[in-house]
């Protein structure tokens, strides 16, 4: 499903010098497998997660899912993928205050051409599936607590049935109940739907829990062996 070749991200430091967020990063993702990405802040672990998710471009190797090399792709190609390839979960949730949690997991089935009567049955669905049921399908993310608006930007990710989730520190925001309520969620949609799903922890007792782990510092991936106990 993700083949990751080599790729790298630099940028300039403030000294004029070159900064290698991500340096020259290899690895496969299947279909299917639950993956995690740790290690300390600053890593470049976010950067990692945008170069996957099309949200910025490496500096140099390519990125090719499901047999096509994003890294390749013009703007309007790159737009058109993250529309209907990628589901995103960001840590603060992301969720637009003005609107209902269902209206929140409408609007991505909007950007790709569905009727409005599709996308209200689908979102209705996926809350549904998520765990998010009655009359809480209504209520602004204001009015849900941390652990419900997770679960509304999980549902939004879904939306357009992505080959692959991104998630970055999706429990970093909630207390560790509903952090590893939303953790096994996540995997359970990775076995039943084989969807993709790579996740940022900082938490290593959950990445323990993953089909496929990876530790990220300065820049450089190490597989599962070498995954630390902790990081300070």
Same mark, same amino acid.
């Given at each position: 499903?993700?083949?990751?070749?080599?790729?790298?991200?630099?940028?300039?430091? =403030?000294?004029?010098?070159?900064?290698?967020?991500?340096?020259?990063?290899?690895?496969?993702?299947?279909?299917?497998?639950?993956?995690?990405?740790? =290690?300390?802040?600053?890593?470049?672990?976010?950067?990692?997660?945008?170069?996957?998710?099309?949200?910025?471009?490496?500096?140099?190797?390519?990125?090719?899912?499901?047999?096509?090399?994003?890294?390749?792709?013009?703007?309007?190609?790159?737009?058109?993928?993250?529309?209907?390839?990628?589901?995103?979960?960001?840590?603060?949730?992301? #969720?637009?205050?003005?609107?209902?949690? #269902?209206?929140?997991?409408?609007?991505?089935?909007? +950007?790709?051409?569905?009727?409005? #009567?599709?996308?209200?049955?689908?979102?209705?669905?996926?809350?549904?599936?998520?765990?998010?049921?009655?009359?809480?399908?209504?209520?602004?993310?204001?009015? #849900?607590?941390? =652990?419900?608006?997770? $679960?509304?930007?999980?549902? $939004?990710?879904?939306?357009?049935?992505?080959?692959?989730?991104?998630?970055?520190?999706?429990? =970093?925001?909630?207390?560790?109940?509903?952090?590893?309520?939303? +953790?096994?969620?996540?995997?359970?949609?990775?076995?039943?739907?084989?969807?993709?799903?790579?996740?940022?922890?900082?938490?290593?007792?959950?990445?323990?829990?993953?089909?496929?782990?990876?530790?990220?510092?300065?820049?450089?991936?190490?597989?599962?062996?070498?995954?630390?106990?902790?990081?300070?």
């Amino acid at each position: 499903m993700l083949a990751v070749n080599k790729i790298s991200k630099t940028f300039k430091s =403030g000294d004029g010098g070159i900064f290698n967020a991500v340096d020259n990063v290899s690895f496969k993702v299947k279909q299917g497998v639950f993956a995690s990405i740790v =290690g300390p802040s600053g890593s470049g672990k976010t950067t990692l997660l945008s170069l996957l998710g099309a949200l910025d471009r490496p500096s140099s190797g390519s990125i090719t899912v499901d047999g096509q090399d994003i890294s390749k792709f013009n703007d309007h190609e790159l737009t058109n993928y993250r529309a209907r390839n990628v589901g995103l979960v960001f840590q603060s949730y992301n #969720l637009i205050p003005n609107l209902t949690a #269902l209206e929140n997991v409408m609007l991505p089935m909007e +950007f790709v051409g569905l009727g409005k #009567l599709t996308r209200e049955q689908r979102a209705r669905e996926l809350l549904n599936q998520v765990g998010l049921s009655g009359d809480k399908q209504q209520r602004k993310p204001g009015k #849900l607590s941390g =652990g419900e608006q997770q $679960r509304v930007a999980i549902a $939004r990710a879904l939306a357009n049935k992505p080959k692959i989730i991104l998630a970055d520190e999706p429990t =970093g925001n909630l207390d560790s109940v509903n952090g590893k309520n939303i +953790f096994n969620l996540l995997h359970e949609l990775s076995k039943n739907q084989k969807t993709t799903v790579i996740v940022i922890t900082h938490d290593i007792s959950l990445a323990g829990k993953t089909d496929q782990r990876f530790s990220l510092t300065d820049g450089k991936l190490q597989k599962d062996k070498d995954l630390p106990r902790s990081f300070r």
